[in-house]
């Protein structure tokens, strides 16, 4: 028996596959199904891009995707499309992003194509299961408000400052009567779209967490959070095939996506995980280790997660056990480590975990019939730590997350009976159980010295641009080009206007002298987390020019705003050649064709290629062009190009994804008018259509 993870190249191969007899499981998210076959099967490369043979424990299933971290992030972007491949996501601040594998290509084989010296390491992102870290004992009451000294430490938080603890876990009710407004820049990193609300009755876990740190306090309504009003959550949905049991599959390029989305969030100062599995993810972990590090402005984002409920005193739970993650476990209202917490020499510190009270998912597919649950297990004692956490930089946002390891380290209460050794650790509660009050009183009570600011790193301004029009300019009419600029990396300054000028010389020359025509300059602005900008320049050649060869050129930053390493890609040139304008003839046939010659795709995107054709003998100035698929939106343009008689023109245009169909489908262009008039002397070239394909 034989089985086989296969990756299918459209959603309507999918479908059709999905209820076959022997699938064995799918994995929506990545185009995938699970077969189960007595015998090889030869897959069908027209619908197929991808066969593997997995294990039957169903461990770890290649998602067709990898990782990839650089070293240099510009090149690295660079090798990866000068060699053709697909880039899924940019991940900038951890310096990954991901790609999409050539179809039937071993891993190994398309790795060693990518390390380089721009690319330290390429990752197979791997389809996993993690299990949820919940238990449902019950219990009563707000025990571990008490238990925390939680009044006495709001009380010293300074009023009117709101912050945001990222929960990655699976699906949240955020429209619960206790949660509405208490969650801010939520994401599903599975669809990567904003819907994080439950789709399976399994998905009741996260918004137990989530109103563990952000229930609405003091609103006659359910039960109050630790965040007392000023935690928020920013909730990451990480999974899909949630199960019964508490289990899910997620991978590491959905959870990379979710450390990007919680390092973007300036308001960000907690990570908390209430799951855990035992493989090690390296793009995940990396991803982790660089959000305690750089993230927060450089101050690093503390990062939790469930030491587990294994009753382990050796656990190997992941994330917990990986770098710079802070490994939570579990603790009761008699202040003893729980019963099933996991323990041991990894553990950092405890926190209550035994029915600690908050929101469950609204009606009959939540815990209990109240809409509020007694939530129980490492999954609840971790979000009580993450709300200790994001008390503590509200105090003192000026703290790292080296220099917060420290004021949690000393604000544990070393109780329980148990031995702590000559560092304050135990085995059985790690520094001991976290007390609030004092977590929160020691951190506005830090001396934080701020480490010397770093080393501008060294930026980059790349420049591109493209005629619009044809590389024949007459003298006197307007010419429209394209710029854009862009930084390979955050830009370290506020927003700032970045110069550029154009010019042309006669001949080739692309260096700017008192011989140069200046025609315009301008600036665009980059900076305070913008990495690009672009704007069209439309300008008339002077009629003072004569007509000839000349070179237009494009020079960016030269007044030297920005500190660059590389000034030699800063200026664009292209060869022009001026002519004289031809004057009207006095009467003359209008004609202007269409013709939809080609399609691509580009990263999702459907770019559609058409010539327009001046058939008459008079000159055309304007038309205007309805365009769209067949029996769908139309869009309508227009535009003054000029095309004089027997001149063509091929223009190629983006169309939205929102207006693109189920394919194959026909794509239409009409011209409906043309220099101002309903139709032209020839309506039989005024439409053309193109069947467009996946």
């Known amino acids: 028996m034989k089985i086989n993870s296969v990756k299918f190249k459209d959603k309507n191969s999918f479908n059709k596959n999905k209820s076959k007899r022997n699938v064995i499981e799918f994995h929506e998210p990545f185009g995938i199904i699970v077969f189960a076959d007595e015998q090889p ?77 721009s690319i330290s390491e390429v990752i197979e992102d791997m389809i996993v299961k993690v299990v949820e870290q919940g238990d449902t004992t019950p219990y009563s009451g707000h025990w571990h408000f008490a238990n925390l000294k939680a009044q006495q430490a709001w009380d010293q938080l300074p009023a009117g400052v709101v912050k945001d603890i990222a929960v990655l876990d699976i699906a949240c009710d955020v429209n619960h009567e206790d949660l509405i407004g208490r969650t801010n820049l939520n994401w599903n990193c599975v669809t990567d779209t ?101 993230g927060r402005e450089g101050k690093g984002i503390p990062c939790m997660a469930s030491s587990g409920n294994s009753n382990s005193n050796e656990f190997t739970q992941y994330p917990a056990c990986y770098p710079g993650v802070m490994a939570i476990g579990a603790s009761t209202s008699a202040n003893t480590r729980a019963s099933f917490s996991n323990y041991g020499t990894k553990l950092f510190a405890s926190a209550p975990g035994t029915s600690v009270i908050t929101t469950d998912r609204t009606g009959a597919d939540g815990y209990h019939p109240t809409n509020y649950h007694y939530f129980s297990g490492t999954s609840a004692a971790c979000p009580v730590f993450a709300a200790v956490v994001g008390a503590c930089l509200i105090k003192n946002p000026n703290l790292t997350d080296s220099q917060l390891k420290v004021v949690l380290a000393n ?11 000559t560092n304050g650790k135990s085995l059985e509660l790690g520094y001991g159980i976290i007390d609030m009050d004092l977590a929160v009183r020691n951190a506005g ?8 600011p770093p080393p501008p790193a060294p930026i980059n301004v790349d420049i591109t641009s493209s005629i619009t029009a ?3 300019a007459t003298i006197g009419t307007p010419l429209s080009v394209f710029l854009s600029i862009s930084m390979n990396q955050e830009p370290g300054f506020a927003l700032t206007n970045i110069p550029f000028r154009f010019f042309v010389n006669q001949g080739t020359s692309s260096e700017f002298s008192s011989a140069s025509y200046a025609i315009t300059s301008a600036f665009l602005q980059l900076g305070n987390g913008l990495y690009s900008a672009n704007t069209t320049i439309n300008f008339i050649i002077p009629t003072n020019f004569t007509t000839g060869q000349y070179t237009l050129v494009c020079q960016v930053d030269h007044t030297n705003v920005v500190n ?3 000034e030699s890609n800063n200026t664009f040139s292209r060869a022009i050649t001026l002519v004289s304008p031809i004057p009207e003839p006095p009467v003359g046939t209008v004609d202007l064709g269409i013709v939809l010659k080609d399609f691509s795709w580009s990263s999702g995107r459907l770019r559609i290629g058409y010539d327009l054709k001046n058939n008459g003998s008079a000159t055309i100035n304007s038309f205007t062009l309805v365009r769209g698929f067949e029996g769908n939106t139309q869009l309508t343009s227009n535009s003054n190009q000029t095309l004089r008689p027997g001149q063509s023109v091929y223009i190629n245009t983006n169309w939205p994804t929102t207006l693109t169909p189920q ?3 026909v794509f239409r262009a009409t011209l409906t008018k043309v220099n101002g008039q309903n139709a032209d002397s020839n309506a039989a070239n005024n439409v053309s259509t193109l069947l467009i394909t996946t």
């Open 445 to 452: 009570q830090a001396v934080v010295t701020p480490p010397p």
């Open 564 to 566: 660059e390493t590389n």
């Open 194 to 294: 904003p819907d994080v609300a439950p789709v399976s009755v399994n998905e009741k876990h996260g918004t137990c967490c989530a109103g563990i740190i952000a229930a609405a306090t003091n609103n006659n309504v359910g039960v109050a959070s630790l965040g007392n009003n000023q935690l928020r959550v920013q909730f990451l949905h990480i999974g899909y095939n949630s199960t019964s049991s508490g289990s899910f599959s997620t991978s590491d390029s959905i959870l990379t996506r979710a450390v990007n989305k919680a390092m973007a969030n300036p308001d960000c100062v907690g990570i908390s995980m209430s799951f855990g599995g035992g493989g090690y993810r390296t793009a995940f972990a990396q991803a982790l280790l660089l959000a305690s590090t750089t």
């Open 663 to 665: 394919l194959p489908a």
């Open 470 to 472: 044809n590389s024949i």
């Open 411 to 421: 604000s544990c209460r070393k109780i329980g009976g148990y031995v702590y050794d």
């Open 41 to 117: 099967v030869e897959p069908d490369v027209q619908k197929v891009s991808c066969v593997t043979e997995v294990t039957s424990d169903l461990e770890e299933i290649p998602s067709g995707l990898a990782v990839v971290r650089a070293n240099d992030y510009a090149k690295a972007i660079e090798l990866v499309k000068s060699l053709g491949y697909n880039i899924v996501e940019e991940f900038k601040a951890l310096s990954q992003f991901v790609v999409d594998m050539p179809e039937f290509t071993e891993f190994k084989d398309f790795k060693n194509t990518l390390i380089s010296d």
